[in-house]
Every structure is written in structure tokens, then in C-alpha cells.
């Protein structure tokens, strides 16, 4: 079945650093990705997304890149700003027939200090 | 305009008592997933429905969960007789049709004493 896992935290920088959070999936077919973020007390909000090998999704200044090779689809920001502290969900959707629900990895909370 | 909504944001109930909970979907989408969110767990899959039909309830974790949707919009989920391993943040999306970017409510926050 499908699974995705992701780094896990708590992962604390310091403000204008540089964040990576990896994700790496197991999928039958060709999935779609997604970064999903929850800010505290607040829902799930779609960040970005990739639906195809070599597509790159962005947003706010976050990126990743869906990468077949190495199943991977890694969350990157240059410059990570207090406001950025939130729990971020890397998530699969494969597909076909009915299966249309995303598979989640655990989340990984980010904590932006000042 | 209006995002998924859910009710209620809280509820507490006693082990054994059976419990609801609503979502209504963005106005148009005919798509509805059911998640549950707890610490030990993470986010799992519940159900989905495309229209009233429901083609996919492989995450319901017993028979005592349910689900329903109405006139394809607004959705009921049940959980008879509660238990504790029942608490947990029960999250409803919605998508335009099946495939397409899902949108989630803010949660229902079910804690069973």
C-alpha cells in the first residue's frame, strides 16, 4: 500500500535560516504530491503540490520537487520567518478506481524563534 | 466564498454514549473525505463519498463508525458507543470531484471521558 515518511522533529531554527523537511513515499502508479501546513489552532491548508515526476510545486517561497528516482519530494525555504511556525504534512494521492485519499506522513512541527 | 465547515468545534462525551458529527462541504464539490487526526495515529482516512455514495469506507476502523451524505452536500458522521481510543480531531474535506485539490474543515475535537 501506499505510505509516505517524513523527517521527524521538533525542528527549531532561528529566523532567515534555511529549512529542509524530507519526505520520501512508497506508491502504486504515478501519485500526486502535497505539502499540507497546519498553523496552530487553525486547519489544514493546502501549501503546495506536484502531480507529475520532475514538477516542482511552490508557494509563500516554499518549494519542492517531485523526484521518481529517489521517490522523494522535499520541502525547502531559503528564509523561514516566525510566521512559518506551523506542523507541515507531506501527503499522496495515487488514484484509480476509488482510492482518492491521501496518505499522510506524521508531520513535522517547525518552530521559528526570533 | 464559504470554506467546509464542521459542528460542533468541540464535543465531549461518555464512553458508551454515541456521537455526530456534521461537515458541510464547499457549495459545488461533489467529493467528501472523512480524516481523523490523533498523536498516536497521525492523519488516517476514514470514508469518502462522491455524491451520496460512498465507494470507499476501507479506513472505518470498526462497525460501530458510520457515515451518511445528503442531497450530495452536507455529511454525518457517527460513532456509536464511544470508547476512549475514539478521541481525536475528526477532519472533513471536500474536493470538486474526486482527484481534485482537497479542502479541509477545521475539525471537530471528540473526547471521550
Known amino acids: 500500500g501506499n505510505s509516505v515518511t517524513q523527517m521527524e522533529g521538533p525542528v527549531t531554527l532561528s529566523e532567515e535560516a534555511f529549512l529542509t523537511i524530507n519526505c520520501t513515499y512508497t506508491a502504486t502508479g504515478y501519485p500526486s504530491l502535497f505539502w499540507y501546513v497546519q498553523y496552530p489552532g487553525e486547519g489544514l491548508q493546502l501549501l503546495l503540490k506536484?502531480?507529475?515526476?520532475?514538477d516542482k510545486g511552490s508557494n509563500k517561497g516554499f518549494e519542492a520537487t517531485y523526484r521518481k528516482e529517489t521517490t522523494s519530494f522535499h520541502l525547502e525555504k531559503g528564509s523561514v520567518q516566525v510566521s512559518d511556525s506551523a506542523v507541515y504534512f507531506c501527503?499522496?494521492?495515487?488514484?484509480?478506481?476509488?482510492?482518492?485519499?491521501?496518505?499522510f506522513g506524521k508531520g513535522t512541527l517547525l518552530t521559528v524563534n526570533p | 466564498g464559504a470554506g467546509v465547515s464542521q459542528s460542533p468545534s468541540n464535543k465531549v462525551t461518555e464512553k458508551g454514549k454515541d456521537v455526530e458529527l456534521r461537515c458541510d462541504p464547499i457549495s459545488g464539490h461533489t467529493a467528501l473525505y472523512w480524516y481523523r487526526q490523533s498523536l498516536g495515529q497521525g492523519l488516517e482516512f476514514l470514508i469518502y463519498f462522491q455524491g451520496n455514495s460512498a465507494p470507499d469506507k476501507s479506513g472505518l476502523p470498526s462497525d460501530r463508525f458510520s457515515a451518511e451524505r445528503t442531497g450530495g452536500s452536507v455529511s454525518t458522521l457517527t460513532i456509536q458507543r464511544t470508547q476512549q481510543e475514539d478521541s481525536a480531531v475528526y477532519l472533513c474535506?471536500?474536493?470538486?470531484?474526486?482527484?481534485?485539490?482537497?479542502?479541509f474543515g477545521p475539525g471537530t475535537r471528540l473526547t471521550v471521558t
Open positions: 474535506a471536500s474536493s470538486l470531484a474526486p482527484g481534485y485539490e482537497q479542502y
Open positions: 501527503a499522496l494521492y495515487s488514484g484509480g478506481g476509488s482510492n482518492y485519499k491521501l496518505t
Open positions: 506536484a502531480t507529475k515526476a520532475d
